[in-house]
């Protein structure tokens, strides 16, 4: 199958599956700071969905033993779609399973990147549909925007940190059929790559882990398109003591407008204030950064991002040469 | 060929040509106070493009003895959904030619919406690269934004007045795969479709022209993508005379920021100030309004759009009827 | 006294009283969607303050049988001040009286416009101190942003509709010290009065009640000092059926960014979405708009204010002849 | 004198004199991307001024060996003002002299602080009138908004570098009547003031300047009023190679929204983008911040302000031992 043909095969990410050892407190990061409603608890878990999210849930809180990520979910824009990626990655050998087993959505498809995180892929969805008390006079929008915090609209993207980034690049590209708008180069070494399958600068990115650690995630973003809400999210998250890791910002990569912080359970969390650029041109060249002139990839403005930004991320697993980088970088 | 099939074959909506009796004037208001660049004068005609669109131009600007649409052009997918696109148009004995006559694009297919818009599609452009005075840091910027004026980023959508939409609709999604995302019915009557083939919520809209009038435009649109910008390009309209029909405000439709202003050679022209609703899930359902509750989908804030809104638009041709209507309002 | 002796005796409008036929309702409006406290209950009464306001309440709202303005409430810069405008006011036989019945504030000079409507002056004040749970880590914020609806920072301005706004102003200037920042005429009638007694724009203003009522309020204002959460308001308003009377939207006379709303109990409130104009110049002319030629004042974008925004005020007492003048418009 | 007595007497910061060893460079930097005024040149100088200055200029460049603060300028209340600050200044032994000699000014008054930045106040002044093509539909709005970058509207504060700032604050107080609305304490060391004569939370500050300098200046600030603009102008900034120290952010102290940048020249400008809080309560306490725990005070956001912030400034005159310092500063 041709780069050409897989285009199309994938719609959006839909849902991502956070693991938090303090649950009731990622819990009220979610709900009572950005807004997200509750659609459903169950065992373990708690789903959630923003205001502009279409489906039951794009976020699923799970208690573990610590932070990371439990998986990330695309949907495909067909079913016919999702049973040529199953042969796309049977082709090539990738281990995959089927399951029916999460509210809200039908056959999925379960898999891993070549570092270890956990992608689903489904056509099937059940739909969002409003109480009546939450429906909105916005059509377009499946239930109204919130009273509470600063509430972001819609999951946005997600950004992997990998051991080796090019095998998680190529997956994504040969079984999912995304492009790589952007990427970032150190010498030889793929340091960076933002991918999509539709307009958005990327859904779904990979950074190089210095620490050598394999599948852990870098953070999950969600989206407000305001730059006046990332500063008042900035504001609220001092006052109520989240760590802010940087921004107010914007990346000259993907021109997104950033703010990082840290949810209580310890997951890196991206809250996104503007769309950053848009890809209408079907066949544009992938943009290459150069890591050593990379000042305005990172920030537009005067953000200095810190040590923490390339080394910090949860879950995955760490080699015993990366428990000791991490200590050595403890140290310091 | 299935409505599924055809979803992927239109990128986006490249270039417009407006007509204009004052040319001079109406390029002074894309240039100095939209800040677009001029890549090319040939004739009657000169070609500019905002600082993030793709190809050599995004707007044409002729002289003609009035305003109204020279034509709209979209790009294709590929070279081969190109030749799709004029299968599918044949077969429905759609008039139809092929030409290769525009600064920067190759290979164009001609034909009219059933209304007598024209409408200009292509797979083959012309990228455009930035001589290094324009070159932008932003690696996705193919130049540098203009310290002139408040700058459009790029073309965003534009909106076709038609005597019945419910044809010109109709042939955007058999023949170029369109898909409508919401739409307006005034008992059953259809009023307005908003139409796209990608995330954003329209690239082509079409309005019924209650004057009886065919083929006329209703607006081009471009983008800035901050409210700020549309507050900022207001004040600047004020200040130079430009008229402002309505807003700066945000449609219930689309989500879109809008503002309304009418160029010096009488095309009404919008300024995107957000990109509204991105339509992420694949098979969402078309979102019908009613017409006669339609407050909050003209405008969420206290906007109240002008009987102009429904009634002004240039070029096309007019019915004798339509003539004696339009009297009768200017006599109102 | 000269008129440059009286420029610094008010420091700023401090609190105002509204009366509502339906607290409640106007409770949930201040609290739920403007996000201010409640910081005492008493009797018919309950005291609200916004996140920056600096004592223990900005807003009294009233229990009574139709809307309209209690009071105003202005502190003056000193003690001695206080004294000398009681001075002020005797030496030209205006009634005044003394009390100290309000909570939170200390020794008061009441009396009334020339058109009846409530005005207190004041020095003693209780200065808000917040419990830990509210505290700010900005030292110059009383307490911390609240995390509900789209929360206003401070009490701004007032608006104050007269039959003869020319006594109103006189008594602002020569009694309190204000000086007239803009005004605008119809003819040889003053129609309208923004006048401060420091940076701000106005603080207080007075505009000409077309059907010749006396004593009423037009509108009470709230700061947010960002155009977006002016466009956030006007959402939630929608959403939360609170009517638009126009706006968002910048006027051209103060520069100030407006946004009318009647609140449930009817009276008007404006959120004000930047702090305007400020007058640094100490000395500056008085700039007199023509009311024939006044576009821009009231509108630097599209918005057309409407019939209502001349007629409509709450409280006060209408003459035989403004109550069949009422008729006679809501017949139209 | 009492304090109460002198805290109306001077109404605001009017202008400053900044010296530049690359005058061109430096005009260029504030008319063709901050979008000033020229109104007059003049042997080593030009003038210049933002479209809402209310006076003849708010800036002036001089050509000099290395840049620095030539002087600030205030406006008092009145003429008899102007004469009490002599009379407080002559009751402290303070040197002070009279002057005429500026472009659109008239009887002057100067001085310097006890750290050596030049002082000067006055009365008298000339009010900008624009020729009809820079006239603004906007009365309060002395010139029109420029085409040009990304214009700022006033000049706003300055901040002084002292190497004691405890007798420049008391100067500031006793001589001209400010208020020090905030500061901050590293133990017993006074080592930032924030001062006013009227709401805006500051028009004059002072840091210690901790390489021992004596009467550098630290920055001079211009005001957008919009956090958009900060954002834009850093884009500006960073496209034109205009060094970018910090920002934007928002301080806590203050809540002024900063962006930070050095002008050609290389004195350091700051971009403001709101107005920061408004200190309308006229006997509030001073805020005071420890040094020690000044996170939030420095940013609200995640911005860090970097070393060279606390070190960096222009003009004034080093002792050995500073220059020194320095010298291991830059060698670190």
Do not use: C
Request: a negative charge; glycine letters at 10%.
């Amino acid at each position: 199958m041709s780069h050409q043909d897989n285009r199309f095969e994938i719609a959006h990410l839909a849902r991502a599956e956070l693991l938090t050892p303090v649950p009731e407190k990622t819990e009220w990061f979610f709900t009572e700071l950005l807004g997200m409603y509750v659609t459903k608890r169950e065992g373990q878990s708690v789903y959630l969905r923003s205001y502009e999210d279409p489906y039951q849930w794009s976020l699923k809180i799970t208690e573990a033993p610590s932070a990371g990520l439990g998986h990330l979910g695309v949907r495909t824009t067909s079913a016919a779609a999702l049973d040529r990626r199953a042969d796309a990655l049977k082709a090539d050998s990738v281990n995959l399973s089927w399951g029916e087993n999460e509210f809200g959505y039908g056959k999925t498809l379960h898999f891993q990147t070549p570092d270890g995180h956990g992608v689903s892929a489904f056509w099937e969805v059940e739909k969002y549909v409003a109480p009546p008390a939450l429906q909105s006079k916005i059509l377009t929008r499946p239930s109204r925007k919130p009273l509470k915090g600063v509430p972001v609209k819609r999951l946005d993207h997600i950004n992997l940190m990998a051991s080796d980034i090019t095998p998680v690049r190529r997956s994504f590209e040969r079984h999912l059929g995304y492009r790589t708008t952007e990427s970032v180069l150190n010498g030889n070494v793929e340091v960076g790559a933002w991918m999509t399958t539709n307009l958005l600068g990327h859904e779904i990115a990979t950074m190089r882990d210095s620490t050598g650690a394999r599948g852990r995630l870098h953070h999950l973003a969600f989206f407000y398109g305001s730059l006046q809400h990332n500063t008042d999210a900035a504001e609220m998250f001092r006052e109520y003591d989240i760590e802010i890791e940087v921004g107010p910002d914007i990346h000259g990569i993907t021109q997104g407008a950033f703010l990082y912080v840290m949810e209580p359970g310890g997951n890196r969390i991206e809250l996104f204030g503007n769309t950053g650029i848009l890809h209408l041109d079907p066949d544009a060249d992938t943009k290459v950064w150069d890591f050593n002139d990379f000042d305005v990839g990172l920030a537009i403005g005067g953000a200095k991002l810190p040590p923490t930004y390339f080394t910090y991320g949860t879950g995955g697993t760490l080699s015993a040469e990366a428990q000791a980088d991490l200590s050595r970088l403890a140290s310091v």
